[in-house]
C-alpha cells in the first residue's frame, strides 16, 4: 500500500504481509494500520479482548520484524480503555 500522510505522520492501510512456517510462504495476512514503518495498529470492535487478539498482534510483529504494536478496541465506553500496548519481547 501506499503511505499516506495525516498531521505530518506517514501511514498505510491495510499492508500485505507474507505468512511463513519453516522459512515456507504460507499465504499473507493483513496489517490494519501501519504507522511510520514502524508502529503496527490493529483495529477491533468486539464486546472485549480476548487472549487470541493480543496472539495475533505478536504474530504480526514476528513476522514483520517490528517490536511495537497498539490493540485497539474501538467497542469501548471510553476509548482509551480500549487501548493496548504490546511491546514484542525477545
Do not use: W
Not at 10 to 20: E, G, K, T, Y
Request: glycine content about 6%; charged content about 20%.
Amino acid at each position: 500500500m501506499r503511505p499516506t500522510q495525516a498531521a505530518g505522520l506517514a501511514f498505510s492501510r491495510q499492508v500485505n504481509i507474507a505468512v511463513q512456517y519453516k522459512c515456507e510462504s504460507v499465504g499473507e495476512s493483513r496489517l490494519d494500520l501501519l504507522v511510520g514503518g514502524k508502529l503496527i495498529v490493529e483495529l477491533k470492535a468486539v464486546e472485549e479482548l480476548a487472549p487470541i487478539h493480543k496472539a495475533q498482534v505478536n504474530s504480526y510483529l514476528r513476522m514483520t520484524g517490528r517490536t511495537l504494536a497498539l490493540l485497539i478496541n474501538s467497542n469501548t465506553r471510553v476509548l482509551k480503555e480500549g487501548i493496548r500496548r504490546i511491546i514484542l519481547s525477545q
